[in-house]
């Protein structure tokens, strides 16, 4: 898990501790610092499933969905595997 704010796993913890379970997880390393940074540092076919959970695809969080130059798919597949998931916004109702 990448995330840029140090701020954000401690609220999480603190204020929603049944869904911060997942900071336990051996199967989970949380990383400090920018995604786009991660993942354009991250080998090619280095993970199975990318969730962005980011503001929407326009402003700061653009570069995650646009081609990069270093990488021939957008940026936010730039590292998956061959065979990814999904890739797409979701957009609630509410």
Same mark, same amino acid.
């Not at 199967?27 to 993942?39: P, Q, Y």
């Not at 080998?43 to 570069?63: M, N, R, T």
């Not at 646009?66 to 990814?84: N, T």
């Given at each position: 898990?990448?995330?840029? $704010?140090?701020?954000?796993?401690?609220? *999480?913890?603190?204020?929603?501790?049944?869904?911060?379970?997942?900071?336990?997880?051996? =199967?989970?390393?949380?990383?400090?610092?920018?995604?786009?940074?991660?993942?354009?540092? *991250? @080998?090619?076919? *280095?993970? $199975?499933?990318?969730?962005? $959970?980011?503001?929407?695809?326009?402003?700061?969080?653009?570069?995650?969905?646009?081609?990069?130059?270093?990488?021939? =798919? @957008?940026?936010?597949?730039?590292?998956?595997? @061959? =065979? @990814?998931? *999904?890739?797409?916004?979701?957009?609630?109702?509410?």
């Amino acid at each position: 898990m990448a995330e840029i $704010d140090k701020m954000v796993p401690e609220v *999480s913890k603190q204020f929603f501790p049944e869904m911060a379970v997942g900071f336990t997880d051996p =199967r989970v390393t949380l990383h400090i610092c920018d995604g786009i940074k991660f993942v354009e540092d *991250s @080998p090619p076919d *280095s993970y $199975d499933l990318i969730v962005v $959970d980011s503001s929407d695809p326009v402003g700061p969080a653009e570069v995650l969905f646009e081609k990069a130059p270093s990488h021939p =798919r @957008p940026l936010d597949r730039a590292c998956l595997a @061959p =065979r @990814p998931c *999904s890739n797409g916004p979701y957009m609630h109702p509410y």
